[in-house]
């Protein structure tokens, strides 16, 4: 696969005159040439460039003809419970406080849950259909199900992580380790982006913060460039983007000039495309300065678009679970409103990470409360984007690392049914809209009790391979040379389901 990035280590600490005598013949430096071309280290036609080097978030073509050209993906971080939410189990509720058999427990794991004297827990909330495909969502769930003909809902993921940390890693980067690139970064690396003022990839959060903290927008082994950069909710999205006080715009752009002539000098002589990501990043941060504060203004958005996104909804003041920090409802709904003017302004990527659902117990309580923050500005954010004419090529994903048992939390002990769910990596639940998605269909299911997948099995790498597909992208090919091996954001497993796309 990347012969390029291979080239590029190999010969990193030789001067451009040194690499010249090394080589053959001019038809081996074509050959180079053409190689660190698709690494975005010289100058495609048309691409941007930044004195000799070429912008590595410059816009590059796909594989083939895309239907996406972003991503808003909501990671709902800490796994809300699919039972509760996605998949009704009326079977569950008459099978409420009964045992499971000891076969279907002896090779199981659990988070908290004492096998011994675990009980099945039944929803306490209902179920209703909605829209003209008739899909079942929980009552918390009322304005999503306004927007039921646009979903794409699947029931039948599976992972191999049970742990939230290693569990959030496999939602974004394929696998349960440190250090890989997320898809953010992969989309960034493989598209580049269309924003000029703004980074590719952006990240925003609401709540308490996920355990994966800033591990779960990581560049991993590609170029720093294509990392999220975390916009903050209050002051300046960005840290230290304002100049201090007494730095006039002329001197900031000629102390910028300097240090991009020397970092351009260090790059004609080691190409090392961390120089150019160095370069590239203080050009944006130049950019941004401008840019971010008019993003984060909302004042020329409607009364009617800023109360259907719910930013002026009332939330209890004295609930204290697991979902709140500050004022969470408005918090996400401007989240979402940001993310759709993002989209507007090219952005290929953005991340809105809202924790926590890990309900181990109080589910009837904090349950209601986490749906009701993402509920209503979830809804209006894919009717916005309709509105707009964005659907069709802007994908919008709720995800999670894995689901809740079908079994109540008894974490003392106790043989009774508790108020929570352990985690469940057998079988959950997402949804997603739009970005050459076909919506209006439920995808897979699940057992009576919701333990395990019956029915068109998804995998993490599966789901992915089929989010690449939709950007035009062939999972298979979208690779990088790290430490002797080919990677992907599918790792070695991952299929495209055709059934997905519309």
Same mark, same amino acid.
């Given at each position: *696969?990347?012969?390029?990035?291979?080239?590029?280590?190999?010969?990193?600490? =030789?001067?451009?005159?040194?690499? !010249?005598?090394?080589?053959?013949?001019?038809?081996?430096? #074509?050959?180079?040439?053409?190689?660190?071309?698709?690494?975005?280290?010289?100058?495609?036609?048309?691409?941007?460039?930044?004195?000799?080097?070429?912008?590595?978030?410059?816009?590059?073509?796909?594989?083939?003809?895309?239907?996406?050209?972003?991503?808003?993906?909501?990671?709902?971080?800490?796994?809300?419970? =699919?039972?509760?939410?996605?998949?009704?189990?009326?079977?569950?509720?008459?099978? +409420?406080?009964?045992?499971?058999?000891?076969? *279907?427990?002896?090779?199981?794991?659990?988070?908290? %849950?004492?096998?011994?004297?675990?009980?099945?827990?039944?929803?306490?909330?209902?179920?209703?259909?909605?829209?003209?495909?008739?899909?079942? !969502?929980?009552?918390?769930?009322?304005?999503?199900?306004?927007?039921?003909?646009?979903? /794409? $809902?699947?029931?039948?993921?599976?992972?191999? @992580?049970?742990?939230?940390?290693?569990?959030?890693?496999?939602?974004?980067?394929? &696998?349960?380790?440190?250090? !890989?690139?997320?898809?953010?970064?992969?989309?960034?690396?493989?598209?580049?982006?269309?924003?000029?003022?703004?980074?590719?990839?952006?990240?925003?959060?609401?709540?308490?913060?996920?355990?994966?903290?800033?591990? /779960?927008?990581?560049?991993?082994? $590609?170029?720093?460039?294509?990392?999220?950069?975390?916009?903050?909710?209050?002051?300046?999205?960005? $840290?230290?983007?304002?100049?201090?006080?007494?730095?006039?715009?002329? !001197?900031?752009?000629?102390?910028?000039?300097?240090?991009?002539?020397?970092? @351009?000098?260090?790059?004609?002589?080691?190409?090392?495309?961390?120089? #150019?990501?160095?370069?590239?990043?203080?050009?944006?941060?130049? &950019?941004?300065?401008?840019?971010?504060?008019?993003?984060?203004?909302?004042?020329?958005?409607?009364?009617?678009?800023?109360?259907?996104?719910?930013?002026?909804?009332?939330?209890?003041?004295?609930?204290?679970?697991?979902?709140?920090?500050?004022?969470?409802?408005?918090?996400?709904?401007?989240?979402? /409103?940001?993310?759709?003017? *993002?989209?507007?302004?090219?952005?290929?990527?953005?991340?809105?990470?809202?924790?926590?659902?890990?309900?181990?117990?109080?589910?009837?309580?904090?349950?209601?409360?986490?749906?009701?923050?993402?509920?209503?500005?979830?809804?209006?954010? %894919?009717?916005?984007?309709?509105?707009?004419?964005?659907?069709?090529?802007?994908?919008?994903?709720?995800?999670?690392?894995?689901?809740?048992?079908?079994?109540?939390?008894?974490?003392?002990?106790?043989?009774?049914?508790?108020?929570?769910?352990? +985690?469940?990596?057998?079988?959950?639940?997402?949804?997603?809209?739009?970005?050459?998605?076909?919506?209006?269909?439920?995808?897979?299911?699940?057992?009576?009790?919701?333990?395990?997948?019956?029915?068109?099995?998804?995998?993490?790498n599966d789901l992915h391979a089929t989010m690449l597909n939709r950007f035009g992208m062939d999972h298979l090919k979208l690779t990088h040379?790290? @430490?002797?091996?080919?990677?992907?954001?599918?790792?070695?497993?991952?299929?495209?389901?055709?059934?997905?796309?519309?």
């Amino acid at each position: *696969m990347n012969q390029q990035q291979h080239l590029i280590d190999q010969y990193a600490t =030789h001067t451009r005159r040194e690499f !010249l005598n090394t080589t053959a013949s001019g038809l081996g430096m #074509a050959a180079l040439g053409a190689m660190l071309t698709q690494d975005g280290l010289m100058n495609p036609a048309g691409a941007e460039e930044v004195g000799d080097v070429v912008n590595p978030l410059a816009p590059r073509d796909a594989h083939f003809d895309p239907e996406a050209k972003a991503c808003i993906f909501i990671f709902m971080a800490g796994a809300p419970s =699919h039972i509760d939410l996605f998949d009704p189990k009326p079977v569950l509720k008459e099978r +409420h406080g009964q045992p499971l058999p000891e076969s *279907m427990l002896e090779k199981v794991r659990f988070a908290f %849950i004492k096998k011994d004297k675990a009980l099945l827990q039944g929803s306490p909330f209902e179920f209703q259909k909605h829209g003209e495909c008739g899909m079942e !969502l929980s009552e918390l769930l009322p304005h999503m199900g306004s927007v039921a003909d646009d979903l /794409l $809902l699947v029931r039948s993921l599976h992972s191999e @992580q049970f742990n939230h940390h290693p569990g959030q890693l496999m939602m974004q980067c394929g &696998r349960g380790t440190f250090g !890989l690139p997320t898809m953010g970064s992969w989309l960034t690396y493989g598209l580049g982006s269309e924003s000029q003022n703004l980074p590719g990839y952006v990240v925003l959060n609401s709540g308490r913060g996920s355990s994966g903290g800033a591990t /779960l927008w990581q560049s991993g082994f $590609l170029p720093s460039t294509y990392a999220g950069v975390l916009f903050r909710n209050q002051g300046e999205p960005v $840290l230290n983007l304002s100049n201090p006080s007494g730095i006039p715009p002329q !001197l900031q752009r000629e102390g910028l000039d300097v240090l991009r002539n020397v970092n @351009q000098q260090r790059f004609s002589e080691v190409r090392d495309p961390e120089i #150019a990501a160095r370069i590239a990043s203080y050009e944006l941060a130049y &950019r941004m300065q401008t840019a971010a504060p008019e993003l984060i203004d909302l004042s020329s958005e409607s009364k009617d678009t800023v109360e259907a996104y719910g930013l002026n909804r009332k939330e209890s003041e004295n609930f204290s679970g697991r979902g709140k920090k500050g004022n969470t409802y408005e918090s996400f709904a401007r989240n979402c /409103l940001l993310a759709r003017r *993002m989209v507007e302004r090219g952005v290929r990527f953005i991340n809105i990470i809202y924790a926590s659902w890990d309900h181990h117990s109080n589910i009837p309580n904090e349950l209601p409360y986490n749906a009701g923050c993402v509920d209503q500005p979830i809804a209006a954010l %894919i009717k916005d984007l309709k509105e707009r004419g964005l659907l069709d090529s802007t994908m919008v994903v709720w995800g999670t690392e894995f689901g809740r048992t079908p079994l109540g939390e008894n974490r003392s002990g106790k043989k009774e049914v508790g108020t929570g769910r352990d +985690h469940h990596p057998y079988s959950f639940s997402m949804a997603m809209a739009g970005g050459g998605l076909k919506g209006g269909q439920v995808y897979g299911a699940t057992d009576e009790i919701g333990w395990n997948v019956t029915e068109n099995p998804v995998h993490i790498n599966d789901l992915h391979a089929t989010m690449l597909n939709r950007f035009g992208m062939d999972h298979l090919k979208l690779t990088h040379r790290f @430490q002797g091996r080919d990677y992907r954001l599918t790792d070695v497993g991952g299929k495209v389901i055709k059934d997905w796309i519309a």
